[in-house]
């Protein structure tokens, strides 16, 4: 962990996009900018853009930058292993992928009780130490979506991990479902450093209503995503906060405020309080956009874009319907069969087809 230069990581789930594929041009010049400005820790998945993210960190940052200036993180995914024996190989492929011999960090991810219990019947812990002894991991931690008292349970029972990664955000900080409060609460008791995913959950802490904006930039401190990924920042114990930048522009504005980070003010700290009150007064969907669910759809619904529609809705005033139709152009909520793998996949636990039932009865009738 020492070798962790600063308190902010690129997340490399959302790059920037030529078409279908990752638009290296951009993400090499991101990455160089990056790691000029003095940070150096990136994170991945093998399922973040359907495994061209891990390629993508080959070509534009293993393969042109030295092992020694970058921590890469990646992850065990669910997906990608049904049995003991195939942990290894899949970590090999990941290896490839990136172009490392080592990762620095290797997280279980998305753990929840229902995953970790399939994680223990896999041995995917012990794998992963046995993976640390050959020098092939750095560090074992885990990446975590449920209650706290989930949270408490598998840190009791492996205290090997070193690192938690948590959704931690200003709106999501008293959330019954996601429990961000609480969970940072046990990371700290049982003294594990954190690592902060969605700070500006998914985007909408960025683009949204114009009373909430008019009162951060009213407070005059910077953009949006200066304030959550700084109000993530400044609690006691975030050892990184992830922001999954896709283009130079968001790169440049969250550099300009993470370089010298400082926490929020009291009176920034004023400011949020107020936006956290018109957030919770819309009653938004809690859809991050991971599009963890979309995969096993057997009906192709694009669940998370269904779900942006009606939260987009509420966000903004002028919002149109055309815009539900142009974005669910090959599928429609009312396509839904009902089988339910979606909900299985998402680690916000949203009652999915019921969502998609109301959307269809908004936008379709
Ligand atoms: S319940 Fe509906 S949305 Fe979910 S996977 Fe099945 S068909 Fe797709
Ligand atoms: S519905 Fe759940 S799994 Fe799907 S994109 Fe939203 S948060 Fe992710």
Redesign the pocket.
């Known amino acids: 962990m020492e070798r962790v230069k600063k308190n902010f990581g690129f997340g490399c789930m959302r790059l920037p996009m030529n078409g279908e594929n990752v638009d290296t041009k951009e993400f090499s010049a991101m990455v160089d900018t990056f790691l000029e400005a003095g940070f150096n820790y990136f994170d991945t998945a093998h399922g973040y853009l359907e495994g061209k993210s891990e390629l993508a960190l080959k070509e534009c940052l293993t393969s042109r930058h030295p092992r020694e200036s970058y921590i890469l993180t990646n992850k065990l995914s669910t997906p990608f292993f049904k049995s003991q024996e195939d942990i290894r190989p899949f970590f090999e492929s990941q290896l490839q992928a990136c172009g490392v011999d080592y990762f620095d960090f290797y997280l279980m991810h998305a753990q929840s009780a229902k995953r970790f219990e399939n994680y223990k019947k896999c041995r995917a812990y012990e794998t992963a130490l046995e993976l640390k002894k050959e020098g092939k991991i750095r560090h074992m931690g885990i990446s975590f979506h449920d209650k706290a008292a989930v949270l408490e349970q598998i840190l009791k029972e492996y205290p090997q991990i070193e690192v938690v990664q948590i959704q931690f955000n200003y709106v999501d900080y008293e959330d019954p479902v996601v429990e961000a409060r609480k969970c940072y609460e046990i990371c700290r008791k049982y003294k594990k450093p954190i690592i902060v995913m969605e700070p500006v959950r998914?985007g909408s802490l960025v683009n949204f209503r114009q009373e909430a904006l008019d009162i951060l930039e009213e407070d005059g401190s910077g953009s949006p995503a200066s304030y959550a990924i700084r109000y993530a920042a400044g609690f006691e114990g975030m050892f990184m906060v992830l922001s999954g930048m896709s283009n130079m522009e968001q790169m440049n504005d969250n550099i300009s405020f993470m370089k010298g980070f400082q926490p929020l003010t009291e009176k920034e700290m004023g400011a949020i309080q107020k936006v956290q009150g018109i957030f919770k007064s819309l009653n938004l969907?809690?859809?991050?956009?991971?599009?963890?669910?979309?995969a096993g759809c057997p009906k192709a619904i694009q669940?998370?874009s269904v779900?942006k529609c009606m939260n987009n809705q509420k966000i903004y005033q002028n919002w149109s319907v055309e815009r539900y139709h142009e974005a669910t152009k090959e599928s429609k909520a009312s396509d839904c069969i009902k089988c339910g793998k979606?909900?299985e996949?998402?680690?916000?636990?949203?009652k999915?087809r019921d969502?998609l039932s109301a959307a269809a009865y908004k936008f379709e009738n």
């Open positions: 998914g969907i809690p859809c991050t956009g991971c599009e963890y669910c979309v669940i998370p779900f979606c909900e996949a998402c680690p916000q636990h949203l999915i969502l």
